[in-house]
């Protein structure tokens, strides 16, 4: 069946702009993740959803990132006042959500660009 | 929180050689240890996991082993490819349960390259 997409695949965004990135889980995934990754590094941890709760946010960097998933199927991060530093490749991941499932899969990303 | 340290940085090897990826880890509780291969500018593919009731697994040309007390666990690939040449990531959870929700704590990666 399908993947996770995620779209834009590529977005570019003056500093200062608002951007809204967009996630289409697997069908049926209770469970959705959203990770940044730096150029070069390893996914970092943003948020989690459980269906449509947002269960952890701890890993938003600031105030100026927001998460929802308002019907526990698509998911959009946004963020706003764009700066410099948010200049990243954002995954989204999904997985099952029964207990004895483990594994995440991940959409291909969208490289957000600030200028 | 948990901190996943990952070693070597790059790894350069002939076609046909072994290639060994390590990590560390620092949360005891943690109980999840997948493994992705992410090729330039695609997603993270899941190429093999491990859980920590168990101390190694293999797949094909693909092996993983755990060790608990030590909190450490490897990448194992044989008979290297050219098509092996990617990034690795290790990562590390507690799996779907409790608090943490099973989030991914991942290492800085390897630049793996295959020459043939």
């Known amino acids: 069946g399908a993947g996770v997409s995620q779209s834009p695949r590529y977005k570019v965004a003056k500093r200062g702009q608002d951007v809204a990135l967009r996630c289409d889980p697997i069908?049926?995934?209770?469970?959705l993740f959203w990770y940044q990754q730096a150029l070069g590094q390893g996914p970092e941890f943003l948020t989690y959803?459980?269906?449509?709760?947002?269960?952890?946010k701890s890993g938003l960097p600031s105030d100026r990132f927001f998460a929802e998933r308002p019907e526990g199927s698509v998911s959009t991060l946004k963020i706003q006042r764009t700066q410099q530093e948010d200049s990243a490749v954002y995954l989204c991941?999904?997985?099952?959500?029964?207990?004895?499932?483990?594994?995440?899969?991940f959409g291909p990303g969208t490289r957000l660009t600030v200028t | 929180g948990e901190n996943v340290e990952q070693h070597p940085s790059t790894l350069s090897v002939q076609e046909g050689d072994s290639a060994v990826i390590k990590c560390t880890y620092s949360?005891?509780?943690?109980?999840?240890f997948p493994w992705y291969k992410q090729e330039l500018g695609k997603r993270p593919q899941l190429i093999i996991d491990?859980?920590?009731?168990?101390g190694e697994k293999k797949d094909q040309r693909i092996a993983v082993t755990l060790n608990k007390t030590a909190k450490h666990f490897s990448l194992h690939i044989t008979e290297t490819q050219p098509e092996d040449s990617a990034v690795y990531f290790c990562?590390?959870?507690?799996?779907?349960?409790?608090?943490?929700?099973?989030?991914?704590?991942f290492g800085q990666g390897t630049i793996l390259t295959v020459h043939p």
């Open positions: 991941a999904s997985r099952a959500g029964r207990t004895s499932s483990y594994e995440q899969y």
């Open positions: 069908s049926g995934h209770v469970s």
């Open positions: 959803f459980q269906n449509e709760a947002q269960l952890d």
């Open positions: 949360d005891s509780a943690s109980n999840y």
């Open positions: 491990i859980r920590s009731n168990v």
């Open positions: 990562a590390a959870s507690k799996g779907a349960g409790g608090t943490s929700y099973g989030k991914l704590t």
